[in-house]
């Protein structure tokens, strides 16, 4: 299968916690990309991770590719109210083109 | 940057309806994509087109179709519109090429009553 599996489904935290969402699934992709989508806007690209045991940072977030490439996740450090959102991972299927399947998404709500 | 522009934000219509939704891009992206996206499904793919005139099904063609006349043009079309349309409806585009990122439109919220 090329499910992706993400968790948790909901996190709803205080401003300055710190916190971890995973993205799985049982096959090896090629490379993961994460997106966030803020309310009323469409995702937007974070990061893409290529290489087994990758980690990528992006100021606060900090990304992991796993070393067998079966999973991934995205830690923020210190969680802003800018961080709400719904955050996606996404693989490319085989066949080209371009195209995704996306997870279903953790929406994080960051409270001050 | 790139722009992905859908033509309505909110959008109501009755069952039985043909509905259009429009989506344009301005960066001469090959490869353009409409998604429905529901609570707890995630986005899933009605149609791509990766060349004017060309269009692939995705995973939930049923009840949708599209039109490609022009590169920077996708349009989604529902031909009868029925309740369970009702949805957040997301255009993409992106440049051909492995790996390469998805640009998004704001989405069109559409209600079919």
């Known amino acids: 299968t090329q499910l992706l599996e993400q968790s948790p489904q909901f996190l709803s935290i205080q401003e300055g916690e710190n916190l971890t969402v995973y993205c799985n699934s049982s096959s090896v992709f090629s490379s993961l990309q994460w997106y966030r989508q803020e309310p009323g806007e469409g995702p937007v690209l974070l990061v893409t991770v290529v290489t087994g045991g990758e980690v990528k940072k992006l100021k606060r977030l900090t990304f992991q590719f796993g070393d067998a490439r079966k999973d991934s996740s995205l830690h923020i450090t210190a969680a802003q109210p800018g961080d709400t959102g719904l955050y996606l991972c996404a693989r490319h299927t085989s066949g080209g083109y371009n195209k995704l399947i996306f997870g279903a998404g953790t929406r994080l709500a960051v409270h001050p | 940057d790139v722009k992905v522009t859908q033509s309505s934000r909110y959008l109501v219509k009755r069952t039985g309806e043909k509905v259009f939704l429009e989506c344009v891009q301005d960066?001469?992206?090959?490869?353009m994509f409409w998604y429905r996206q529901d609570p707890g499904l995630g986005l899933r793919l009605i149609y791509f087109?990766?060349?004017?005139?060309?269009?692939e099904k995705g995973d939930i063609p049923e009840g949708y179709s599209v039109s490609r006349e022009k590169k920077e043009r996708f349009s989604l079309i529902l031909e009868s519109a029925s309740t369970n349309q009702t949805s957040m409806y997301l255009c993409?585009?992106?440049?051909?090429?492995?790996?390469?990122?998805?640009?998004f439109g704001d989405g069109t919220r559409l209600s079919i009553l």
């Open positions: 087109s990766y060349d004017v005139k060309m269009k």
């Open positions: 993409a585009s992106s440049k051909q090429g492995a790996e390469q990122p998805q640009h």
């Open positions: 960066m001469d992206h090959e490869n």
